[in-house]
């Protein structure tokens, strides 16, 4: 997420008690995970296996648990615990703001927009004009919907993260200061699960129509006409190009992306990026005339191994 104004680094390292490597008045404009920073972010890391992607990667500021050389042009944090300081940093500019009624005073609804009975609408959140959503929806703070989008009953759009850090003592949560975007013209089914980035946006395409029951984890991006059926899981960091279809029940991992125009066939589970233009089924997920040709030669297991015993 970015700063409502320009912050030094001095005013960062003292908010999270922590020394720090580059210049006091260094720029910082926001604090983002490291597949979403823009320069002028701070990103963290925590573990070795990541030092070098985190000090390469677009961020101006890394906060980090170990003082290691500072790339030009950088700048540094150090911190025992990245993690902690991260969640400081969240609390400190998105704290947590108390819900008085079940329309905020700070939401602005377009003209022609139809809110059913029911519907909570938090903090900050932004409707187009001639939306209609229908009783018991959800909709978090910050969230913003664009024009001529309908949400059916029980969906839930700005959820947490679901992103938990192992300690041991408990597992400790990664708390949520992003967004969920809907663009236009875009159909939510009931009862699904639409996740706020953890400090980005979950992005849901323009034209898009989603089926009941679909769960879409945080920082995900959506693109415009895309159809998705019933009981779809779709995890966290994903990226589904425009026009693809992925029919009921299909399960799609963290970090990949789908390609433009991909069709995804039921009960599907999606491990590895996809190339676009193609159809694909089983699990983990191939080119279905292949999948096919697999299963057509499984079946023919028990008949050669009869004809092996009658040969003995």
């Not at 980090?64 to 615990?81: F, H, T, Y």
């Not at 292949?290 to 057509?296: L, T």
Request: charged residues 20%; aromatic residues 8%.
């Amino acid at each position: 997420m970015k700063f409502s104004e320009i912050q030094s680094l001095a005013s960062i390292a003292e908010l999270l008690q922590c020394d720090y490597v580059g210049p006091p008045d260094f720029p910082v404009s926001g604090f983002n995970e490291i597949h979403v920073v823009t320069s002028g972010d701070i990103v963290f890391v925590d573990h070795p296996k990541y030092y070098d992607k985190a000090l390469a990667c677009a961020a101006s500021v890394v906060l980090i648990n170990k003082r290691v050389d500072c790339p030009q042009g950088k700048a540094l944090l150090i911190s025992e615990d990245p993690f902690a300081g991260f969640n400081k940093l969240k609390e400190h500019f998105r704290p947590f703001e108390r819900a008085n009624n079940l329309c905020s005073d700070t939401a602005v609804i377009g003209k022609g927009t139809v809110i059913q009975p029911g519907v909570f609408v938090g903090n900050h959140v932004t409707i187009g004009e001639d939306c209609l959503i229908h009783p018991n929806v959800i909709i978090y703070d910050h969230t913003i919907i664009g024009d001529r989008v309908t949400v059916h009953s029980g969906t839930v759009l700005g959820a947490d993260a679901f992103y938990y850090k192992n300690r041991p003592e408990a597992y400790d949560q990664l708390k949520s200061s992003g967004r969920v975007v809907v663009q236009n013209d875009v159909h939510l089914g009931a009862l699904c699960t639409i996740d706020k980035g953890v400090s980005g946006d979950t992005i849901i395409g323009a034209g898009t129509k989603i089926d009941n029951q679909v769960h879409v984890g945080h920082d995900t991006s959506i693109g415009s006409k895309c159809l998705i059926a019933a009981q779809t899981g779709i995890a966290g960091c994903v990226v589904i190009q425009d026009q693809v279809t992925i029919w009921g029940q299909v399960g799609i991992t963290s970090a990949i992306t789908i390609g433009k125009g991909a069709v995804i066939y039921a009960q599907s589970g999606v491990s590895k990026s996809l190339e676009g233009n193609k159809t694909y089924y089983g699990t983990p997920a191939e080119e279905f005339r292949k999948k096919y040709k697999e299963m057509a030669a499984i079946r023919q297991i028990p008949e050669l191994i009869d004809q092996l015993k009658k040969m003995k």
